[in-house]
């Protein structure tokens, strides 16, 4: 029975998929060149409007990113959670104890992620816990909020300036909706995830990077800094000196890469996620998505994962002793 | 053929450009993750003890390759949407 019911899908997705093939109008007008035909394919095929910068909601004369909308969804989603799932252990109820729903959720994460955290930086991770931990799930639920249905599509229509690409609008019932073909309208939508624009990771970096020399001064003192400007090598180490002088240099010059990595590593995967998600929903708009919106679960999971983790390898990297010079 | 080239304008040009960038400069990073990624791999088949160790070393390496991509990937949206 469990057999048929598998072919049944299997079939079901094959229809859908052939179906959707059909509806996606792909009309190659006779042998009139193939550039032609590439022109004729892509008119008739809903083209996803894509912009790098965060659209601008205009609300009175304040104007508001729409990535800071999503961002603070965000932020709202998290300290409900959090508030919510330490409610018992802050009012000291004995229920705490053997904990249940959302506080189970909470602790699962805490503790696995701060396992993982022992690993790399040993008893140091009780301080800096709270930073990385911040990090993985502000980047977690920042990223996975993009797949939910309406960021990007819901919005409001405003006119585009003159010379600049626009749709054409129809009406549907109370609402207006975009077409695909060549208009004086685009689409400014509400909410939009925060890592796909560049400032959220950008900051995120600088806050990753500066905070990785306030602990390196904590553990060390002030002495750190001789791993970039290192006089002592200059004065003692002859001509190895200038060597390990140079690299100093070159080591401080990697502080300044490591913001731009970390921040359009970042910002990379996620906007190029939603530019994925946007092309194949207007190719094949029925099943296959689907699977791309399960790949995206796992980009998102595996960035805030590698931001968390690469914070961590820096703090213990820059943390550590280097033995009595 | 002269004839399609020449009714070509500048955005074409960024385009190719663009999809060149990133095309070319994700080969070596692909290449250097996917050994990362074998390291590591291995290493942890021969040694499944050591895994949190090896998962954090195999992650900054993979950080490192995949940080040249990042660099064609700049200079490809620097090319799409800033020239």
């Known amino acids: ?97 053997v904990p249940r729903g959302v506080q189970n959720v909470v602790e699962w994460i805490f503790e696995g992620v701060s396992g ?14 709270p930073l990385l931990i911040t990090f993985f799930i502000f980047i977690l639920v920042a990223n996975w909020i993009e797949l939910f249905p309406g960021f990007e599509s819901i919005g409001i229509i405003e006119e585009v300036p003159e010379g600049a690409h626009g749709l054409k609008v129809v009406p549907l019932g109370p609402i207006q909706m975009l077409t695909s073909e060549e208009g004086h309208y685009t689409l400014v939508p509400f909410l939009r ?13 600088l806050v990753s990077v500066f905070m990785t020399q306030v602990y390196a001064v904590q553990e060390q003192g002030w002495g750190y800094f001789n791993r970039f400007i290192n006089i002592r090598a200059l004065k003692h180490g002859g001509a ?43 190719l094949v708009p029925f099943l296959a998505p689907v699977i791309f919106y399960l790949l995206e679960v796992f980009v998102g999971f595996i960035q805030a994962f590698v931001f968390m983790m690469l914070t961590a390898a820096f703090i213990a990297v820059a943390t550590a002793d280097h033995g009595a010079h | 053929m002269e004839n399609v080239l020449g009714s070509l304008d500048m955005t074409f040009w960024k385009l190719l450009a663009a999809g060149l960038a990133i095309g070319l400069g994700a080969i070596g990073p692909g290449i250097g993750v996917g050994l990362a990624g074998l390291g590591g791999t291995q290493a942890i088949g021969r040694n499944p003890d050591a895994s949190g160790t090896i998962l954090t070393n195999m992650i900054l390496a993979i950080a490192f390759a995949e940080a040249i991509a990042i660099y064609a990937l700049v200079i490809a949206l620097i090319l799409l949407f800033v020239v």
Request: net charge positive.
């Open chain 1, 240 to 282: 190895m000196g200038i060597m390990d002088f140079v690299v100093g240099l070159l080591e401080g010059m990697s502080e300044v890469t490591k913001i731009i990595s970390f921040a359009f590593r970042l910002f990379g995967n996620i906007f190029a996620g939603m530019v994925l998600l946007a092309v194949i929903s207007s």
């Open chain 1, 1 to 97: 029975m469990r057999k048929v019911g598998t072919v049944l899908v299997i079939l079901l997705a094959i229809g859908l998929c052939l179906f959707s093939c059909v509806l996606s109008p792909v009309t190659s007008k006779g042998a009139t060149g193939a550039i032609k035909a590439i022109k004729d394919t892509m008119g008739s095929v809903v083209q996803p409007h894509i912009q790098m910068p965060a659209e601008f909601l205009h609300i009175g004369p304040v104007r508001i990113p729409n990535s800071l909308l999503g961002t603070l969804i965000a932020d709202l989603i998290l300290i409900v959670g959090a508030v919510a799932g330490t409610r018992y252990i802050r009012a000291g109820r004995p229920e705490a104890w």
């Open chain 1, 193 to 205: 995830a925060a890592n796909t624009d560049l400032n959220v990771p950008l900051a995120l970096a």
């Open chain 1, 116 to 129: 993982l955290l022992r690993d790399v930086l040993g008893e140091r991770a009780e301080r800096m816990a």
